[in-house]
Nanobody
Framework: QVQLVESGGGSVQVGGSLRLSCAAS????????MGWFRQAPGKEREEVAR???????RYADSVQRRFTISKDGAKNSLDLQLNSLKSEDTAMYYC?????????????WGQGTQVTVSS
């Protein structure tokens, strides 16, 4: 069964950290472009970060230098380290996978994990 399952979300105070993980089954993360998206209530979904098969990364300006995306081949997972969290980072976070990066948003999606940042 091909699926992505996110974990690691939770509630944290401003300035805190979290580490999200996306466990993949049925695909090898090494062979896919993968990324993290988020959607806050009343807002459009936005791409947070992506990593391609060559481990090249791209980040949204709003998370640059605070978030780090990585793949773990041994665990076959996609991770997102969130540091220096702000209240505006509160959202449901989703991971996605697609063979080709330009079509990432139309690929395989997980069910999401909630991140809540409070002051």
């Amino acid at each position: 069964q091909v699926q992505l399952v996110e974990s690691g979300g939770g509630s944290v105070q401003v300035g805190g950290s979290l580490r999200l993980s996306c466990a993949a089954s049925g695909i090898s993360v090494s062979d896919y472009c993968m990324g993290w998206f988020r959607q806050a209530p009343g807002k459009e979904r936005e791409e947070v970060a992506r990593i391609d098969v060559g481990s090249n990364t791209r980040y949204a300006d709003s998370v640059q230098r605070r978030f780090t995306i990585s793949k773990d081949g041994a665990k076959n997972s996609l991770d997102l380290q969130l540091n220096s969290l702000k209240s505006e980072d509160t959202a449901m976070y989703y991971c996605a996978a697609q063979v080709s990066c330009p079509y990432l948003s139309s690929g395989l999606w997980g069910q999401g994990t909630q991140v809540t940042v409070s002051s």
